[in-house]
């Protein structure tokens, strides 16, 4: 069963609107990692987030091996599932280098040349929302 869902347009206009988003990968206890700030941009329906260059250390490692997320902006606030978007889509690769640019780019700054490179593309993922979240279940205690 797909739990997934689409994201609302005022939770799109949210992470727009958002300089950063923050990410938690899931500890194999059921609680969370520490929640790290990251750069995020919307391309029409779809939220996507990158990193610097491929790894499988830090949080983008663990939210890939994962293949879900704890992720939060002002007014929203969600578990997701996380998919690779690093493919061979190049309209893809050229609309979220685009977004980044138009997002974070800024005259004399060469700071978001760092995302748009080909090893940053190669960590492009995609982030949807789930509709039913996922939570542990606690089963009650032998009295």
């Known amino acids: 069963m797909d739990s997934s869902r689409s994201w609302t347009t005022g939770?799109?206009?949210q992470i727009d609107a958002s300089a950063e988003l923050t990410i938690a990968a899931p500890r194999r206890?059921?609680?969370w990692r520490?929640?790290?700030p990251i750069w995020v941009v919307t391309v029409g329906d779809a939220v996507y987030v990158r990193t610097?260059?491929?790894r499988e250390t830090g949080w983008y490692g663990a939210v890939r091996r994962?293949?879900?997320?704890r992720i939060g902006v002002p007014g929203v606030s969600a578990e997701v599932s996380v998919t690779d978007a690093s493919g061979d889509d190049p309209e893809l690769r050229r609309s979220v280098d685009d977004a980044y640019r138009a997002k974070y780019g800024r005259p004399g700054d060469a700071t978001v040349s760092g995302v748009v490179t080909e090893d940053a593309a190669a960590t492009?993922?995609?982030l949807t929302p789930f509709a039913?979240?996922?939570t542990p279940v606690s089963q009650p205690r032998p009295q």
Do not use: C, I, N
């Not at 994962?66 to 997320?69: E, I, P, Q």
């Open 124 to 126: 492009t993922l995609r």
């Open 11 to 13: 939770e799109l206009a």
């Open 29 to 31: 206890d059921g609680g």
């Open 52 to 54: 610097w260059r491929l």
């Open 34 to 36: 520490r929640a790290v």
């Open 66 to 69: 994962a293949g879900r997320a």
């Open 132 to 134: 039913v979240y996922p």
